[in-house]
């Protein structure tokens, strides 16, 4: 699983995008953040090609899956709040292991 | 709402000594169980899982966990630590609707292991 890219800085009201891509031909991919003490939080995840559904903290991001090997995580307009790990996983379905991208650390000033 | 524990935010122990890494789980029904562990500006890399079956589950690295549903915990354990298995370690919960069908993960907080030499 392969996330572009690895750092990014902007500043507060910026519309940014994050690329992942994997080569496993999975159907399930999701985006996750990852802030200190709370773990990981579920995004929005996809089940195949042209679907996506929420998870727990979907507010302020938005997704496309339009192609199944990609799953980009968009962000309207950056808030401070969004200062944070980024992480794309992808995996067979729901009960299989998930495989995980080496993560984008956002900072938004 | 199911959710996840992870009661120990770091754990020390000596090179050589056993370990343990404790979860306890909240699910409304038979859940599915994981142990992620992550490196230092990695990403999550799977250990085991538990999902039906024996109650001892062996993974990577040597690792094991125990699912005990009375307790309704699932701990990471192993035998004779390394200073290599010093990482950040996550138990992860879902429900388990049935063969092939499950609910969305939940994530616990985390556990720093630190092996000391």
């Known amino acids: 699983v392969t996330q572009n890219p690895r750092y990014l800085i902007t500043v507060t009201g910026k519309k940014l995008t994050v690329t992942c891509s994997q080569n496993m031909n999975h159907e399930y991919m999701s985006w996750y953040r990852q802030d200190p003490g709370m773990g990981l939080r579920l995004i929005h995840y996809?089940?195949?090609?042209?679907?996506?559904a929420k998870g727990e903290v979907p507010d302020g991001y938005n997704v496309s899956r339009l192609k199944k090997q990609n799953f980009l995580l968009g962000l309207e307009s950056a808030a401070p709040s969004q200062t944070s790990v980024y992480f794309c996983?992808?995996?067979?379905?729901?009960?299989?292991?998930?495989?995980f991208g080496n993560g984008t650390r956002l900072t938004v000033t | 709402a199911q959710s996840v524990a992870q009661p120990e935010d770091q754990v020390n122990v000596a090179e050589g000594n056993p370990l343990t890494v404790k979860c306890t789980y909240s699910?409304?029904?038979?859940?599915?169980l994981f142990w992620y562990v992550q490196y230092p500006n990695r990403g999550l890399q799977f250990l085991l899982k538990y999902i039906t079956g024996d109650n001892l589950v062996k993974g990577s690295y040597g690792f094991e966990a125990e699912f005990n549903k009375s307790q309704t915990s699932f701990h990471l354990k192993k035998p004779s630590a390394l200073v290599s298995d010093s990482a950040l370690y996550f138990c992860a919960a879902g429900l388990l609707i049935s063969s092939g069908s499950a609910r969305q993960l939940t994530f616990g907080s985390g556990t720093q292991l630190t092996v000391l030499p």
């Open positions: 699910v409304s029904g038979n859940p599915y």
């Open positions: 996809s089940v195949g090609e042209g679907t996506t």
């Open positions: 996983a992808s995996s067979w379905d729901y009960n299989s292991p998930l495989h």
